[in-house]
């Protein structure tokens, strides 16, 4: 995401910091609601783990995680600081508990997408202008693009977090809606999963494959389309 925009720094730096000024606000807000959400989850079903290490906050600082975040702003995807949880301390039935606790972050993120789309499709934001946010410096075209890139990251998170691999929401969906015995056998190979995930997305990176993009773009096209209007 930086990389196509990376000639700015050069022909005109005061732009290049609006555009990464705006982009870091945007991420910010995608990626605390996403954490702080599953934090409250776990709290709402009888874990304190995560209030009492701090993460049912809505300080970005408590939720950020360099890698994750560095990736979102160069790949356009990314993470989080993993929220920590002990599902032996939920009410129910411990998978289903994690289950859903996995589910409040892409959901909490579906959420201000629709809410920050509302904005546009009811015009009470005009539509979004980068150029006129990045060169004109016009105050509410700056705002109009902070908050659509807010929903566009919001979107991103939402959906890439649902892919089933360790250590993403997916996965801990997938382990509590699949029977158990096919849950156990599961659980079995997601050691593998960071190494998998990592490997996919460094490689589409470096050699341009597109995999992500060809998976991930049409139901994050809808998802905007249908948010902004």
């Known amino acids: 995401m930086l990389f196509r925009n990376l000639d700015l720094l050069f022909s005109n730096p005061t732009a290049f910091f609006i555009l990464i000024a705006s982009l870091a606000a945007a991420l910010v807000v995608a990626i605390t609601i996403h954490e702080f ?9 009888g874990d304190t783990t995560a209030e009492r290490l701090g993460r049912l906050s809505l300080n970005p600082a408590r939720h950020l995680d360099p890698a994750g975040t560095l990736l979102l702003l160069v790949a356009g995807f990314g993470w989080g600081k993993p929220v920590p949880v002990d599902p032996r301390l939920m009410r129910g039935n411990p998978r289903t508990s994690m289950s859903l606790v996995s589910l409040a972050g892409p959901a909490s993120n579906i959420l201000t997408a ?12 005009p539509e979004p202008n980068g150029s006129a946010a990045v060169f004109g410096r016009d105050p509410l075209s700056m705002v109009a693009y902070v ?3 807010a929903v566009l990251f919001s979107v991103i998170l939402a959906v890439f977090n649902m892919i089933p691999l360790w250590p993403l929401d997916g996965f ?23 190494l998998i995930l990592m490997g996919v997305v460094f ?4 050699l ?10 049409p139901p994050i096209d809808i998802l905007i389309s249908a948010f902004m209007g």
Do not use: C, W, Y
């Open 37 to 45: 959400s599953h934090a409250l989850a776990a709290r709402t079903l």
């Open 114 to 125: 629709v809410v920050l789309g509302s904005l546009f499709r009811f015009a009470v934001l």
């Open 147 to 149: 908050v659509s890139l």
């Open 172 to 194: 801990k969906v997938l382990l509590g809606i699949l029977p158990e015995e096919q849950a156990q056998s599961l659980a079995k190979v997601q050691m593998h999963g960071p």
């Open 203 to 206: 490689a589409d990176i470096a």
């Open 208 to 217: 341009g494959l597109g995999i992500l993009n060809t998976i991930l773009g």
